[in-house]
């Protein structure tokens, strides 16, 4: 999918309900960050991230969307948050330009997107301080039907959580803990499409 096209119509109410929803359970799960340093993979406009920056000591954001992080900035400074820094980068392909690691590292609903789960979930732990935290928010493992009305989308259907614990243990991660938060629906072609979000965190 090419976000850039989707970027000036990104935030509409659903998600910034969800972004809500998904960043209180972030906060509730890992407790007090002040003094902490985070990353968000794949921040898009920084929906969750702005419900998050007064929760952690600085925020980098990481998007490869150069519109969604055009938009992202404008809010910074409409808003004067001054403790989040946007970076317009595709750690991807070129996983060492951030120069940096961090005590947390959070995505939502980013990783199915991502076509190497192994490699991306590998940078993520080379990213990560000792003892650092990785939190990811994605879709469970589904039919295909979350992301009907996208034909372009060509990424994984959700995820098996058994699957995806299997990977972060190969990564090296280690007290993996998932929940499922979040369960809701949408119409997809007139039939009700159920889904659920899960959060699964683990410690370097």
Request: net charge negative.
């Amino acid at each position: 999918m090419n976000f850039d096209d989707y970027a000036k119509t990104w935030d509409t109410d659903e998600r910034i309900g969800r972004a809500k929803i998904i960043a209180d359970e972030i906060s509730n799960s890992m407790g007090s960050c002040e003094d902490h340093s985070a990353m968000e993979f794949g921040c898009g406009t920084g929906l969750v991230s702005f419900n998050l920056f007064d929760k952690f000591k600085s925020i980098a954001l990481v998007d490869s969307s150069r519109a969604m992080i055009d938009i992202l900035n404008a809010k910074i400074s409409r808003y004067g948050v001054s403790n989040v820094v946007p970076y317009h980068l595709d750690i991807i392909s070129n996983k060492n330009s951030l120069n940096m690691t961090y005590d947390v590292i959070y995505n939502s609903m980013v990783l199915h997107h991502i076509h190497d789960t192994k490699a991306i979930i590998e940078n993520f732990y080379h990213l990560l301080n000792k003892d650092g935290y990785l939190c990811i928010v994605d879709l469970d493992e589904e039919d295909g039907s979350f992301h009907k009305e996208y034909p372009e989308f060509d990424g994984h259907n959700g995820f098996n959580q058994n699957d995806l614990k299997y990977i972060l243990i190969s990564a090296g991660f280690k007290d993996i803990e998932a929940n499922i938060f979040l369960s809701d629906e949408k119409i997809i072609d007139g039939k009700k499409i159920k889904y659920s979000f899960f959060m699964m965190k683990a410690r370097k």
